[in-house]
Antibody, heavy 126, light 114 residues
């Protein structure tokens, strides 16, 4: 069974940094593109970042929403079956549940999200 | 970025009746080389992550009941629940995954029982 488990969410001050992790199991991690999607409290879904697979341990092309470009960095460790999101210069508007998700069908970027974790809550507040 | 607009924002339907959610994109999601519409639908129940229901605008994900169907092409799409069940109460989102990211979502449609 496919399983994605996010961790690392916590309360952080504005301007601070945080790294989220997503541990994957139940599928060939290195063969799939992955993404982070966030949901502010009581709001809708926002696609944040994506990463394709590639040969080797560290993944391929990366993509970002304009709202996080230059502040967030997505990465993956295929040897550890783990996806990461490094979040710097955090703002109050980054407060949200952050979900990691797998793209349907493998390595292509233009695919929907077929498996989701339960999410981890990031709160940016002083 | 492609803007996705859903209507209505909320919808109340009687049990056993049909529910329809609309989604409009700011540009065509139809890729001419493969004749596929790069549009998906998700269901999100309270306290849960979203669940993929439909992709390529009309292909049901494995395990999704056949009362859920997707239609449309180009810029206008619909999600239809043919006979509403109590367990279908949720927020429904459309998402485009055309071309390069970001793959934007609609604002969501809240479906309730009348």
């Amino acid at each position: 069974e496919v399983h994605l488990l996010e961790s690392g969410g916590t309360l952080v001050q504005p301007g601070g940094s945080l790294r989220l992790s997503c541990a994957a199991s139940g599928f060939t991690f290195s063969s799939y593109a992955l993404a982070w999607v966030r949901q502010a409290p009581g709001k809708g879904l926002e696609w944040v970042s994506g990463i394709r697979n590639s040969g080797g341990n560290s993944g391929g092309n990366t993509y970002y929403a304009d709202s996080v470009k230059g502040r967030f960095t997505i990465s993956r460790d295929n040897s550890e079956n783990t996806l990461y999101l490094q979040m710097n210069s955090l703002r109050a508007e980054d407060t949200a549940i952050y979900y990691c998700a797998r793209l349907l069908g493998g390595s292509a970027a233009s695919r929907p999200l077929d498996c989701w974790g339960q999410g981890t809550l990031v709160t940016v507040s002083s | 970025d492609i803007v996705m607009t859903q209507s209505p924002d909320s919808l109340a339907v009687s049990l056993g009746e049909r529910a329809t959610v609309n989604c409009k994109s700011s540009q065509s999601l139809l890729y001419s080389s493969n004749n596929k519409n790069y549009l998906a639908w998700y269901q999100q129940k309270p306290g849960q992550p979203p669940k993929l229901l439909i992709y390529w605008a009309s292909t049901r994900e494995s395990g999704v009941p056949d009362r859920f169907s997707g239609g449309g092409s180009g810029t206008d799409f619909t999600l239809t629940i043919s006979s509403l069940q109590a367990e279908d109460v949720a927020v429904y989102y459309c998402q485009q995954y055309y071309g390069a990211p970001p793959y934007t979502f609609g604002q969501g449609t809240k479906l309730e029982i009348k």
